[in-house]
């Protein structure tokens, strides 16, 4: 029998961003592996929306990281 795997799903906003940071780096880590990414997505360009699918079932943190979006404003620190 498999375990049915579920999904991460929300939106990266911020202060001067309330509407949606574009391009963050969402990643996903076991809480007891905290060195080895499970998976990453990057949110979408505009509204900040992230999903990642396919998620077994277990214990998570997940990551934010700018990327792109970064290099052009440097705003925002990574955050778990």
């Given at each position: 029998?498999?375990?049915?795997?579920?999904?991460?799903?929300?939106?990266?906003?911020?202060?001067?961003?309330?509407?949606?940071?574009?391009?963050?780096?969402?990643?996903?880590?076991?809480?007891?592996?905290?060195?080895?990414?499970?998976?990453?997505?990057?949110?979408?360009?505009?509204?900040?929306a992230y999903r990642i699918q396919q998620v077994p079932?277990?214990?998570?943190?997940?990551?934010?990281?700018q990327y792109y979006y970064e290099y052009y404003y440097?705003?925002?620190?990574?955050?778990?």
């Amino acid at each position: 029998v498999l375990d049915v795997a579920g999904s991460i799903s929300g939106r990266v906003t911020g202060a001067l961003n309330p509407g949606g940071v574009p391009y963050v780096l969402v990643s996903l880590y076991s809480v007891d592996d905290p060195l080895d990414p499970v998976t990453s997505t990057m949110t979408s360009s505009q509204d900040g929306a992230y999903r990642i699918q396919q998620v077994p079932a277990g214990n998570y943190k997940v990551l934010f990281q700018q990327y792109y979006y970064e290099y052009y404003y440097g705003e925002y620190a990574s955050e778990w």
